[in-house]
């Protein structure tokens, strides 16, 4: 089956305003930049995003908030990025905090047909609040809820024209769990081979979780905290 | 008085061979630097390695290798590499022994809140939630009190907490303590400090036993 389209632009083409879009990668760390510069050109607005991050200033989702374009993040942690911080303060931008292991769970919750499930995380804090608490163990444990959306958008480090993807290094990260919990999942890769190429042994999402794969124009791939020893 | 690296060379003596283990942001992540030599323990972070080794030497670094602080790092011999869910299924599950992480605040029934001052700094909970909820220990590495002297060890939060009723033991600049039923129970004193030192420095209730040790480092 072929999924291959050209390019950022065509793969993102459909994308409306108000829509909830997933976007793959931890901190700057497997981030689909080709996709985010598209939806920057794009225009749309009022978009939700789930992203374990909100990029920094001037990369990653920093770009669609500096225009303006997320009226909501659900995120884990969002510090690096003061203009988010500012528009989370200031009200212009709804913001949904989750623990990690929730957001990840709820991902993959929301591709394998869960529709909610049971966590000790967040119990007895404001994260818990109004939701459904049940014992299991004599532990308490809050109810949570699948995410899905209607873009995933996820980076991988290669892929075949079937949409079979493997991850290189933590880069994987959330990557997989929204691949699975798109509607229509969009995976742009470094490099994009024919079917036959990729070991069947060695993928890490199997291409019926992707609708759309290109291979992308450039990789920037920022370091956002550079951190060496001395020999 | 000790200093970070003293803290992180007092929770590295904590150490068991054959435990995995998750450091989070801060002085937790000095620990790895510290581990003693006879000591076999593999490192954890939450956005999917185990194996985790330390930072790379300048030129060699992978952007694509990250701990979750976000800085870049390098992977042991027989590292491993998962995705998120996988990551937190080790952590909810408790195949991780030890939490270390920091604090903004410490209840002595052993609540713990890190993450939010309400109006003033936002900046997530990342996964210390998942962490703290099902650890089954948890040390706290922080300074005992703030930057404005006041107690960081108190009778009950102030600010948002993280978990619940979740930590075990707190290792401070002044002393080690250990949660129990009736409050903080002073087990070692950093070198030089007096137990009177640590009780000013200690809003909440503390518990002091017969002659409380000094701290020693090998």
Redesign the interface.
């Given at each position: 089956m072929n999924k291959a389209v050209k390019n950022a632009t065509t793969a993102t083409a459909d994308i409306k305003s108000g829509m909830t879009l997933m976007l793959g990668g931890?901190?700057?760390?497997?981030i689909p930049e080709n996709c985010i510069t598209a939806l920057v050109e794009l225009g749309i607005t009022n978009l939700t995003c789930i992203s374990?991050n909100a990029g920094v200033d001037d990369f990653g989702l920093g770009l669609l908030l500096q225009k303006r374009q997320i009226k909501k993040m659900i995120?884990?942690?969002?510090?690096?990025n003061d203009e988010f911080?500012r528009q989370?303060?200031s009200g212009e931008l709804e913001?949904d905090?989750i623990?990690?292991?929730?957001?990840?769970?709820r991902?993959?919750a929301g591709g394998a047909g869960i529709p909610a499930f049971f966590?000790?995380?967040?119990?007895?804090?404001?994260?818990g609040h109004g939701k459904e608490v049940r014992y299991f163990n004599d532990k308490p444990h809050i109810l949570e809820h699948a995410l899905t959306a209607d873009f995933a958008i996820v980076k991988a480090?290669k892929g075949d024209t079937n949409g079979n993807l493997i991850f290189?290094?933590?880069?994987?990260?959330?990557?997989?769990?929204m691949a699975m919990a798109g509607k229509i999942t969009i995976a742009e890769v470094e490099d994009l081979v024919q079917p036959g190429e990729l070991d069947p042994n060695q993928i890490?999402t199997p291409g019926v979780f992707v609708q759309r794969i290109f291979q992308g124009a450039k990789y920037e791939?920022?370091?956002?905290?550079?951190?060496?020893?001395?020999? | 008085m000790l200093d970070k690296i003293g803290i992180a060379k007092r929770i590295a003596q904590e150490l068991q061979s054959g435990w995995y283990v998750n450091l989070g942001i801060g002085i937790p992540t000095l620990i790895a630097n510290y581990v003693p030599e006879n000591i076999d323990v593999e490192f954890q972070?939450?956005?999917?390695?185990l194996g985790m080794g330390?930072?790379?030497?300048?030129?060699?670094?992978?952007?694509?290798?990250?701990?979750?602080?976000?800085?870049?790092?390098t992977?042991m011999p027989g590292a491993c590499?998962?995705?998120?869910?996988t990551?937190?299924a080790m952590?909810?599950g408790q195949h991780i022994q030890l939490t270390v992480l920091g604090a903004m605040e410490v209840a002595d029934n052993g609540?713990i809140a890190n993450w939010k001052i309400p109006?003033r700094m936002?900046?997530?909970?990342?996964?210390?939630?998942?962490l703290v909820?099902?650890a089954e220990n948890i040390i706290v590495a922080m300074m005992h009190t703030n930057k404005r002297g006041k107690s960081k060890l108190l009778r009950q939060c102030t600010l948002?907490?993280?978990?619940?009723q979740c930590v075990k033991r707190i290792v401070t600049n002044m002393a080690v303590l250990d949660v129990t039923p009736k409050g903080f129970k002073l087990v070692e004193r950093a070198p030089g400090v007096t137990v009177e030192e640590i009780k000013a420095a200690t809003e909440g209730r503390l518990i002091v036993e017969g002659d409380v040790p000094e701290m020693v480092f090998n």
């Open positions: 931890f901190g700057l760390c497997g374990n995120s884990s942690y969002v510090g690096e911080e989370m303060l913001v905090l623990p990690q292991g929730s957001l990840a769970e991902c993959r966590t000790p995380a967040g119990y007895g804090t404001e994260v480090w290189k290094g933590t880069a994987r990260n959330f990557n997989p769990m890490h791939k920022r370091i956002e905290q550079r951190t060496v020893r001395t020999k | 972070s939450e956005n999917g390695i330390p930072f790379p030497f300048d030129g060699e670094e992978d952007a694509d290798l990250i701990n979750a602080g976000k800085q870049t790092i992977a590499i998962f995705d998120s869910a990551s937190f952590i909810r609540d109006g936002v900046k997530g909970m990342g996964g210390a939630m998942d909820a099902s948002p907490l993280t978990g619940v």
